[in-house]
């Protein structure tokens, strides 16, 4: 099948270039790329809403007595029941128990007699393998291109997927181990892509371009989350891994098919699109040459790039947090069904989304008219996407069992976490643009450490007490690391092209002889 493809590879340019002369071909990337966003994350979070299937709930906790004050004063728990109807439940005074007050199906009980100290090794083995290969990821996408990188990544997160139900119920052990060697193969994909935006993008649209296709993976998020509860309210647990992992294969069919890793490369892109990029590119200071060696020693004692790996130690934590932990939280101490818990815990990354789009839109209307300078832009958008969201979660610390509170204190946390996208996200292609890939590999490895603290901490501060007051010390735990890490990055952060960016670039681009053979029947 794949040779017959590659024999008539060019009458399908030829058809695809007659039918498709009105989509831009950096926009035909931003679709491919959104969808292998949204297969990655699929593939990666699904396990947050299996686990609460997939194991027994622990009933020893005082999750009701730290209510129970509220609840002898008749005080209702706004909860969604298996129908998705809005009820109120007043618990019987007294109770020691809310899941003794909760409507529960069979498939809601697991199998896996894990505690929670071991569930939080179970959701944060995934981030011990995705720490190891950021910065690889990113150098190697600069040496080998996005299409192979990512694509891999979605390849291997696939198959992993259809793996972890065997994994799982042979030993924890196992599935840990599986977790490890799927976030090792999945790490490059990040900072790969980053080092695509470099060489595609025009730098005026790369915010817009993350907040779109970069949080596809929050939009995952609010995607995965319901349709993995209602798979494992109708199928079993199991039934969502085998879904997502083939889902991600189809998509693989796709990318390897239809992808380019430079403009130049593209045999659909018309000469007026390669023309605008490459102009934009030459303007910014992105070098058409592939850098061959890193400026190690630069890059570590430089004081910009420190500002970002500081902003995305606070936002790591605080995400990871929600990401791992939400779906837990919803059941255990707002008392959510499973059916309902993947579509409530979905609502706050929707809000991740469509903030990132709102900010990154604002962000190119205020520099575009001149209102703000590109730095005061990257500060006053990373005040809100670090600030903001620590305000939230302090807020959520205190809500008690008031869930609708909670839920909307969650959803205006993320909403303002998503001007990331125009402020830490975005900056390492303005100060380093020949080195983002490796840039953000190593915020990435910033994060993931975060992300794979952050299970075992909570899981140490709820074990066995799955109480108001344990996931209050959890809450609180974000105020910190968002609030401090923002003043770092705040004071430092920069726009300006460093000076080692056009380090060691000595090895020159397949395609940049094909670039001047375009650009000449162009002009």
Known sequence: MFELFRDNQSAVDEFLRTRTRWLPARI???????????????????????????????????????????????????????????????????????????????????????????????????????????????????????????GLCILAGGI????????????????????????????????????????????????RFIAIVYLASTLSSAMTLPLCGVIIDNHGWASQFYVMGALSLLWCCVWFAFMYDSPDEHPRISDDELKYIETALRESGTNTNRPRRIPWREVF???????????????????????????????NVLGFSIRS????????????????????????????????????????????????PAVMILGVSFAGCNAKLAITLLCLALFLNGATTTSVLVNHTDIAPNFAGTLLGLDNTVGSIMAFVVPIVTGVMTDGQQSLEAWQRVFWSCVPMYGVMAIFFLIFVSTDVQPWNDFGNSIKSSSSSSASKKDTSSG
């Open 28 to 150: 035909s990337l931003a679709i491919m790329a959104w969808f292998g966003f949204v297969n990655l994350y699929m593939v990666r979070i699904n396990l947050s809403v299996a686990i609460v299937a997939m194991v027994k709930r622990n009933t020893t906790g005082g999750v009701a007595v730290a209510c129970e004050s509220q609840l002898q004063e008749s005080v209702s728990v706004f909860l969604h029941n298996a129908d998705n109807e809005t009820s109120d439940y007043v618990l019987p005074k007294g109770a020691y128990q809310l899941s003794t007050a909760i409507p529960t199906t069979p498939n809601e009980e697991g199998e896996l007699l894990w505690d929670e100290t071991t569930q939080g090794l179970v959701l944060g083995a995934f981030f011990y393998g995705y720490a190891l290969t950021q910065v690889a990821g990113g150098r190697m996408a600069e040496l080998y291109g996005t299409k192979l990188v990512f």
């Open 160 to 207: 992993c997927a259809i793996l972890s139900p065997v994994m799982a119920r042979a030993h924890y052990g196992a599935l840990i181990a599986l977790r490890v060697v799927q976030g090792m193969l999945q790490g490059p994909s990040w900072p790969s892509m980053h080092a695509c935006i470099a060489r595609w993008i025009p730098p005026i649209e790369r915010p």
């Open 301 to 331: 004692t430089n004081l910009p790039v420190w500002a970002i790996l500081s902003a995305c130690a606070g936002t790591g934590w605080g995400i990871s947090l929600l990401f791992a932990q939400l779906p837990t939280y919803m059941k």
């Open 341 to 388: 818990n993947g579509a409530i815990s979905a609502v706050p990354f929707l809000c991740r989304y469509i903030g990132g789009i709102t900010w990154s839109s604002l962000s190119a209307w205020l520099i575009t008219r001149k209102y703000i300078s590109l730095r005061t832009s990257r500060r006053v958008f990373g005040a809100i996407s670090l600030w903001g």
